[in-house]
């Protein structure tokens, strides 16, 4: 199964209630919320009560990442506004399997991310206690960045690395995401494409996203 989901990051904010209408009307299987603390990446973004207001109107799931500090201080905050799934960073956890296992406690799916520099092998001791990894493929902080070439190696690395553990997670890509990489991105086991800017700045963005979907079936 493949999936497309839109950051609303790369939204109009004066727009959020219909930009997320519009997901609700689209191909869109899950909707991206950036959540960024100005501390562990230098922008920040929504608060508790933006993103109560995109779970009030939200039909479709909610992948909440957290770009933040001391993540585990809102996890349960983030739950209650509706997370399905929720991912911290691997950088930002110093206790990463007991942050896993209060999101997992939560009832949510638990993701970890791990910016560009940071290597896949260091995953190994807690993917098989985990339901995706994000994989970044930009700096993380601010939208509409190009694409960095080395995710490829990287998705080969965690393609490794689950074979070496017998496991098998979801494989998130954010960052730099187009419908000129999704089809290399699908063929690499990616199975999760968050698009912001492509999707938002696009003329039509329902038929991008649509167009995107049918670039990941492969």
């Known amino acids: 199964m493949k999936y497309i989901a839109p950051s609303v990051l790369a939204a109009d904010f004066g727009n959020l209630q219909s930009a997320v209408e519009m997901l609700n009307q689209s191909e869109a299987d899950w909707i991206h919320v950036d959540v960024m603390d100005g501390v562990f990446v230098p922008n920040i973004s929504f608060g508790m009560p933006v993103i ?9 799931p ?9 993540p585990d201080q809102y996890l349960a905050d983030f739950q209650k506004l509706g997370a399905d799934r929720i991912t911290v960073h691997y950088e930002a956890c110093p206790h990463l399997h007991r942050t896993v ?3 997992k ?14 290597s896949v092998k ?15 493929s930009v700096n993380p902080g601010f939208g509409g960045q190009s694409f960095i070439e080395h995710t490829y190696q990287k ?4 393609q490794q690395l689950m074979q070496e553990t017998a496991t098998s997670v979801l494989v998130e890509v954010d960052g730099g995401v187009t419908d000129q990489n999704a089809t290399q991105l699908s063929n690499a086991g990616v199975n999760a494409f968050v698009a912001g800017s492509f999707v938002f700045k696009s003329e039509n963005p329902v038929a991008t996203i649509a167009h995107l979907k049918q ?3 492969v």
């Open 101 to 103: 296992q209060q999101i």
């Open 52 to 60: 109560k207001a995109i779970q009030q109107h939200a039909q479709k």
């Open 122 to 136: 260091l995953l190994e001791n807690i993917i098989a206690d985990i339901d995706l990894v994000l994989i970044m």
């Open 62 to 70: 909610l992948d909440v990442h957290l770009m933040i500090t001391n």
């Open 215 to 217: 670039a990941v079936q």
């Open 105 to 118: 406690e939560l009832g949510c799916k638990a993701g970890v991310a791990i910016n560009p520099h940071t």
């Open 155 to 158: 998705l080969k690395d965690l």
